[in-house]
């Protein structure tokens, strides 16, 4: 309560103020009706925290425990053949949902732990048929990592916030660890069990603790704040050292006994932009940057022999190592490096790779929705396609898993990126409200339109790295809004009393053309072929598509009359415009049903692609020429591709229907992305 | 609120007791804080569950109950931000497709004059105000609620009821007329 004297005009606002508010009536929401949505909010919170944090740096950290020991703590004997015999997928198994299992070894089964599912199940490791199942937690909150070791299976549970021992005999859990924050990752080591915790101190930090822990008591015998990033810490673990990686400081090398800092591998963080994924063995740590891999003497910790150049794409990527072996995941395959001098020499063809465990003669990979066995023998019969439900609801049409490039999608205020099969998703930029994506032509960066204050109207254009990395905002942008790129990706047109081109480092701001009390201009597009089209609205009139040069020159009409057109968008090669045409007009106080339709670069050919009724707007199109819109519908908003020329309509994204809020707004890149972040 | 009480006594309850327990007590008043925030009760109902679903999700690191109304109020103020920069780009983009939307909330506008005035505020204003006149926040409360300093709530307070004054005696001038 207050303590500081009211003068007498406080006092007086201080009571009508409680007399003006509290006079209005709440309705009752008992706790028994509120408590249901309140827990469903909270999952979908989680779900975006588990896609952060486990899918990319739990599965690299357990990848690097387990297949450095096996479940009584002996280093594997001899390593997977490498023959003339391609490695191939030889079993899978499906799982619902689309997040990647966690993955464990030990017992002579495979362990996967489904989050989506709040279970984990024990698999034949030659079929990966289901032998067992245990219940961990709830539905879309529980499991989050698993490890093998002292012949038991340890299994984090999200839901409770306990390190789980389950027998793997019985599946029946025989200890429950209370581990106290928001427990990330798990693993075994040295005898010992190492779990990861979040958060420190209060609800504002980020950073992590790392726990030991003894296993057949239970008891937590050590503990070290974590440096950097809570959300991207990397642990691996042997008798003599403890490593640990984080996105921005060096790799540590730790001593289990004292838990104190030994020494830290310097070059390790050269090209690091994420938690780098790591391995020990051979005397060497293992530590991936984004281009390649880099081995470190364990006695010295000097850097002794770096990879050729593998596109890896994301420095968490997961490592697991053999005795002549260490596989690693690039962008679309599985390598295999030799143990000293790094160099390629097996690849296996295979996309979306999120954890490796070896269990010699095989291989297992999780990757979203499925466990795959690879070895060098016969394939076995590819599954059937089903469609994707993504962690924010959005249900994915199967064949949308052929289509190429990367989508930039709203995930609430904030930019999310997603596959086109909805896989993969994981927020841009998190820090403040981002809107308006447009992808670079080259696929690797976004503008978008950020909040750098909290009153409406503090934005300016800004542009990121698509993992996330090197946010810049551009001088002389505040108040911009609906950015696109230059065909070159060196300059940006964006509207703000007019139409606007910037270089993007903030020099050579030019002013196209400029609003008046009669017209304004917004939603400027940069053609391939050098021409910027924008919707123009005179006083009282409704919108239409002009078109113009990158200098303001040669401004011309694309459409006349009708009832209003807006919102346009370049095909790849800048032959067609789509774009969002009114199709009649309920008055000014009524939603005007819109369609998308697509004409040719000078205005021509005008023709409709979307589905007749409702709304449909934001259109885009995808790198090989279809056009990707929004259209409402009963339960929010779906997406549709279309060819051109209005043929093969399909609905690629059926809205959530699970209450969290839909897509709004969508781009779609040309570049095939990592899963790496800043 | 008893098994706050019985937390302190060493009779520790569980967490969806404690949750229960703070929604009964202060749910209302939230509400209401955020009926001032974004003018609108459906939407503070919103808020208000979206601050009970982020206390939960924090609980564990909350390290002393007494600190769980604080942060509901933080939480409630965050999403209001939120919110009006939602609504600032749908009226942006309802324009560009012919779609208006209200710009005024008739929530409180019908209600009262005072509360009309508070919505014309800016946000840090708006939040200043409703903190320490209605939430009965001190002034170093509100600027940790806000995550200011407590100079910038005595400056923001100062100008926002010089600008409550004008308004008022402005609305006050045109009803006479």
């Given at each position: ?47 975006r ?21 096996q ?33 464990a ?60 021992r ?5 599946l029946?859990?025989?200890?429950k ?65 403890v ?9 540590s ?54 990879s050729?150049t ?30 000293t ?34 070895a ?171 078109a ?28 067609h ?16 049903p ?21 709304n449909?707007?934001d ?33 690629l ?9 839909g ?16 | ?23 009964d ?10 009926i ?7 939407d ?21 109950v ?31 497709i ?6 005024t ?12 005035a ?17 939430a ?21 307070t100062?100008?926002?009821l010089?600008?409550?004054s ?12």
């Open positions: 309560m207050t303590s500081e004297i009211d003068t007498p005009v406080e006092a007086e606002l201080r009571s009508q103020l409680h007399t003006s508010l509290d006079g209005i009536a709440v309705d009752d929401l008992p706790w028994p009706h509120a408590r249901a949505d309140i827990h469903h909010r909270v999952q979908a919170r989680r779900r925290i588990r896609a952060a944090v486990a899918a990319v740096a739990t599965a690299s950290a357990v990848a690097s425990i387990l297949v450095v020991l479940s009584d703590g002996r280093r594997t004997s001899s390593p997977p053949t490498v023959g003339t015999r391609p490695w191939r997928v030889v079993a899978s198994a499906q799982f619902p949902g689309t997040d990647p299992p966690r993955i070894l030990g017992d002579g089964y495979v362990f996967a732990g489904l989050w989506d599912s709040g279970r984990v199940d024990r698999l034949d490791p030659v079929t990966l048929e289901p032998t067992g199942s245990v219940d961990v937690g709830s539905s879309q909150d529980g499991p989050l990592s698993l490890s093998y070791g002292a012949g038991s299976l340890w299994v984090l549970n999200f839901a409770d916030a306990r390190l789980w389950i027998d793997p005999a019985t029946q859990p025989t200890m660890i209370k581990l106290g924050g928001e427990p990330s990752q798990v693993a075994f080591g040295d005898g010992q069990l190492w779990v990861t915790v979040c958060c420190a101190t209060t609800h504002t930090s980020n950073r992590q603790r790392l726990l030991r822990i003894n296993p057949n008591s239970g008891t937590i015998t050590g503990s070290i704040a974590l440096p950097g990033d809570g959300e991207t810490i990397n642990i691996a673990v042997e008798p003599h050292a490593l640990v990686g984080s996105q921005d400081a060096p790799v090398v730790l001593d289990p006994q004292t838990l104190t800092v030994q020494r830290q591998l310097h070059d390790s963080c050269d090209f690091c932009d994420g938690a780098p994924g790591l391995a020990i063995g051979e005397g060497s740590f293992y530590v991936t940057s984004k281009t390649s891999v880099l081995r470190f003497a364990e006695s010295t910790g000097r850097l002794i022999a770096e050729p593998v596109s890896i794409g994301s420095t968490a990527t997961p490592l697991a190592l053999a005795p002549d072996g260490l596989w690693l995941t690039s962008r679309d395959a599985l390598l295999r490096l030799a143990v001098d790094l160099r390629v020499t097996d690849h296996v063809q295979l996309r979306a790779s999120s954890q490796i465990a070896i269990a010699e003669p095989a291989l297992y990979v999780s990757s979203p929705g499925r466990v795959v066995r690879i060098q023998e016969a394939p076995a019969p590819t599954p059937t396609p089903s469609p994707t439900i993504n962690d924010a609801g959005l249900s994915a049409a199967p064949w949308a898993r052929d289509l190429p490039g990367e989508v930039a999608v709203n995930c609430g205020s904030d930019i999310c990126l997603m596959r086109p099969d909805g896989t993969g998703e994981r927020p841009l930029f998190a820090t403040f409200p981002e809107w308006d994506p447009e992808w670079s032509p080259d696929g690797h960066r976004l503008v978008f339109r950020g909040y750098y204050g909290i009153a409406e109207g503090d934005y300016a254009i800004y542009t990121v790295g698509s993992d996330g990395c090197h946010v810049t905002r551009i001088p002389g942008t505040d108040g911009g809004y609906q950015p696109t790129w230059s065909t070159t990706g060196t300059r940006i047109t964006f509207a703000v009393g007019g139409v606007n081109v910037i270089n993007t480092d903030g020099t050579g701001l030019h002013k196209l053309t400029r609003d008046t009390r009669a017209r304004f201009d917004a939603a400027p597009a940069w053609s391939a072929a050098d021409r910027i089209a924008f919707a123009r609205t005179f006083h009282g009139r409704p919108p239409e598509i002009y113009m040069n990158p200098d303001g020159s040669h401004v011309s009409a694309l459409t006349q009359g009708g009832r209003g057109f807006t919102d346009p968008a370049w095909s790849p090669d800048g032959r415009l789509a774009f969002v045409a009114t199709t009649a007009s309920r008055g000014p106080t009524a939603g005007n819109t369609v998308i339709e697509v004409a040719n670069a000078n205005g021509s050919d005008r023709h409709t692609v979307s589905p007749a009724g409702g449909s707007f259109p885009s199109w995808t790198p090989d020429g279809r056009v990707v819109f929004l259209a409402t519908s009963n339960e929010g908003y779906d997406a549709y591709l279309v060819n051109a020329d209005g043929t093969n309509l399909r609905r994204y059926k809205g959530p229907t699970n209450g969290q809020a897509i709004e707004t969508i781009a779609w890149g040309p570049a095939h992305l990592d899963r790496s972040r800043c | 609120l008893k098994v706050v009480e019985g937390v302190r006594s060493g009779n520790r309850p569980r967490r969806d007791d404690l949750v229960a327990a703070l929604y007590r202060h749910r209302s008043e939230l509400i209401r804080l955020g001032g925030l974004v003018g609108d009760v459906g503070a109902e919103e808020l208000v569950q979206d601050a009970f679903a982020a206390l939960l999700r924090r609980w564990t690191a909350l390290r002393d007494d600190a769980a109304p604080g942060y509901l109020r933080t939480a409630v103020v965050n999403g209001a931000r939120a919110r009006w920069r939602r609504r600032a780009l749908r009226e942006r983009m309802s324009r560009l012919g779609v208006p939307t209200e710009t909330d008739p929530d409180v506008a019908e209600r009262s004059t005072l509360l009309t508070i919505a014309a505020l800016p946000v840090r204003k708006r939040a200043c105000v409703l903190l320490r006149y209605y009965d926040l001190s002034e170093a409360e509100t600027a940790t609620v806000l995550g200011v300093s407590v100079g910038t709530v005595k400056s923001q100062a100008k926002a010089a600008q409550l004008k308004s008022l005696e402005s609305q006050q001038s045109g009803a006479q007329q």
